[in-house]
C-alpha cells in the first residue's frame, strides 16, 4: 500500500478530476474506519499538490488537504463550528469564493474556472478551480472542489507568445536595415563631394569652393542624419516590450471605471455616451492598467473626430462601447460616427510618430497596438470619411468549461 500511496503522490498533477475523485470517494467511505488502509488513503489525499475540498449537500466542508487550504487561503476552525460553515465563506479568495456560492445557489454540479490571485510576495499566481459531483453507492451525496496551480502553464503560454512576437522582428530587422541604406548612401555620397572639392581647393593654391557649395552638402549630411535617428528612435519603440502583469481581471468593471471619468466630458460636448456591455461575469487575461490606457485612448481619438465634425456641440454626436463574446472570444467594440479617416491615415495607424493631429505624438495607437497583442489578442479598425470609425478588439477567453445538470 506504502508503494501506491508513493507513486500516486508522485503523479498527482497528471491524475485527471475522475481519478482524484475515485480516491476522494475511497477516503470518505473510509473516514469513520480506524485502520491502516483509511491512515494510507489519508495520506495520498495531504500529499496531492492538487487542492481537494469534499462538501456535502448543503456545501458544508467535510475534508480539505493542505494543497487547498493554502491555495484557497483556507481558514479552517478548530472547533466543530467550522463544518456548518458554507465553503465559500472560509476562503479568502473573494472571486473564488463567488464561483463556488454560484455553483450552490444554481445547483451547478460540474463547472470549472480560472482565477489569477496575488501572493503575499506580490507576484501572481493563477489556478483552475473546479467543482464535480461525489456520488456514494450510486447517491449524490456531497460535491468536490479541485484547485489546481496553473501558473506553469500560464507562464508557458506568455514566453511562447512572446517568443513568436520575438520571431517576427526578423522582418522587422530587415526593413530597417532596407530604410537605413538610402540615408547612408546619400550621407556617403555628399561627404565624397565635399572631400574632392577640398582635394581640389588644395591642388589650386588652398583657394576653397564657394560658401554655399560646402553649406548645401553639410544641410543634406545633417538632414540624413536626422531621418536616421528618427529611424532608429521608431525601431527601438517598436520592439521594447510592453511591461504587463497579467491577470485574469473582470473587463466590464474596469470599462465601467473608465467611463465614469470620460462621460462627463462628452456630455459637456453634447456627444452621445452609451455603453453596452454583455457578459458581465467574464474574465480574461489583461494588465487592468494597460487595458484602461487602451479604452482611454481610443475614447479621446473619437472625441476628437466628433469634435472635428460637430463642432464643440454636437448633439448629433454618439460615442458607444459595447462588449460580447463571439465564436469563443471576448469582444470589445470602440464606435464613433465623427468625422472617420482615410485609406492613407488607417494605412499607417499603427505605426510609431504617425499622427493626423496638431499636437498629437503620434504613440498612442502604437502603444494600443502593442498592449493588445500583449494581451494575445487582436484590433481591427473600420473606418469611412464622414460616417465614423469603429475599433474591434478581440482578446482569447480562458479555458473554462460549465454544465449544468438538473
Given at each position: 500500500m506504502r508503494r501506491f500511496v508513493d507513486k500516486v503522490t508522485e503523479k498527482t498533477d497528471k491524475l485527471s478530476n475522475e481519478q482524484l475523485s475515485r480516491i476522494v470517494r475511497n477516503l470518505s467511505l473510509e473516514v469513520e474506519t480506524i485502520s491502516e488502509e483509511n491512515d494510507e488513503y489519508r495520506s495520498i489525499f495531504e500529499s496531492l499538490s492538487t487542492g481537494l475540498v469534499v462538501v456535502d449537500e448543503n456545501w458544508n466542508v467535510l475534508h480539505s488537504n493542505n494543497a487547498a487550504e493554502r491555495l484557497l487561503n483556507f481558514s479552517v476552525f478548530e472547533d466543530s463550528s467550522s463544518s456548518l460553515i458554507p465553503v465559500w465563506e472560509l476562503s479568502g479568495e473573494e472571486e473564488i469564493s463567488g464561483f463556488i456560492k454560484k455553483c450552490a445557489q444554481k445547483n451547478i454540479t460540474n463547472a470549472q474556472e480560472e482565477f489569477s490571485v496575488e501572493t503575499d510576495g506580490?507576484?501572481?499566481?493563477?489556478?483552475?478551480?473546479?467543482?464535480?459531483?461525489?456520488?456514494?453507492?450510486?447517491?449524490?451525496?456531497?460535491?468536490?472542489?479541485?484547485?489546481?496551480?496553473?501558473?506553469?502553464?500560464?507562464?508557458?503560454?506568455?514566453?511562447?507568445?512572446?517568443?513568436?512576437?520575438?520571431?517576427?522582428?526578423?522582418?522587422?530587422?530587415?526593413?530597417?536595415?532596407?530604410?537605413?541604406?538610402?540615408?547612408?548612401?546619400?550621407?556617403?555620397?555628399?561627404?565624397?563631394?565635399?572631400?574632392?572639392?577640398?582635394?581640389?581647393?588644395?591642388?589650386?593654391?588652398?583657394?576653397?569652393?564657394?560658401?554655399?557649395?560646402?553649406?548645401?552638402?553639410?544641410?543634406?549630411?545633417?538632414?540624413?542624419?536626422?531621418?536616421?535617428n528618427s529611424l532608429v528612435m521608431d525601431f527601438l519603440f517598436a520592439v521594447r516590450p510592453v511591461n504587463a502583469k497579467l491577470e485574469l481581471k473582470n473587463p466590464v468593471a474596469v470599462i465601467n471605471t473608465v467611463s465614469d471619468f470620460l462621460k462627463p466630458e462628452f456630455n459637456r460636448n453634447g456627444i452621445n455616451f452609451e455603453i453596452d456591455l454583455r457578459e458581465k461575469d467574464a474574465r480574461i487575461m489583461i494588465d487592468e492598467k494597460l487595458f484602461r490606457e487602451v479604452i482611454v485612448n481610443m475614447a479621446q481619438n473619437a472625441l476628437a473626430a466628433l469634435k472635428e465634425k460637430y463642432g464643440e456641440k454636437g448633439s448629433e454626436g454618439h460615442f458607444r462601447l459595447a462588449t460580447g463574446i463571439k465564436d469563443g472570444k471576448y469582444i470589445v467594440c470602440v464606435t464613433d460616427n465623427g468625422s472617420g479617416m482615410n485609406e492613407e491615415t488607417l494605412s499607417k495607424l499603427f505605426e510609431p510618430y504617425y499622427t493626423t493631429k496638431a499636437n498629437g505624438t503620434g504613440l498612442g495607437m502604437t502603444m494600443c497596438y502593442k498592449i493588445i497583442k500583449e494581451f494575445s489578442g487582436e484590433i481591427h479598425v473600420d473606418s469611412v470619411v464622414g460616417e465614423g470609425t469603429q475599433f474591434i478588439i478581440t482578446l482569447p477567453l480562458p479555458q473554462s468549461e460549465t454544465k449544468l445538470l438538473g
Open positions: 506580490g507576484s501572481i499566481r493563477f489556478l483552475s478551480v473546479s467543482v464535480g459531483p461525489l456520488f456514494q453507492e450510486n447517491k449524490l451525496t456531497g460535491k468536490i472542489i479541485f484547485v489546481k496551480d496553473i501558473t506553469g502553464q500560464k507562464n508557458q503560454d506568455v514566453l511562447l507568445h512572446r517568443m513568436e512576437n520575438l520571431a517576427s522582428l526578423t522582418n522587422l530587422a530587415a526593413g530597417m536595415a532596407h530604410e537605413i541604406k538610402n540615408p547612408l548612401g546619400a550621407i556617403s555620397i555628399h561627404i565624397q563631394l565635399v572631400q574632392r572639392a577640398l582635394e581640389k581647393a588644395r591642388q589650386n593654391a588652398d583657394t576653397l569652393p564657394a560658401r554655399k557649395f560646402i553649406e548645401d552638402h553639410i544641410d543634406v549630411v545633417n538632414e540624413e542624419i536626422e531621418h536616421l
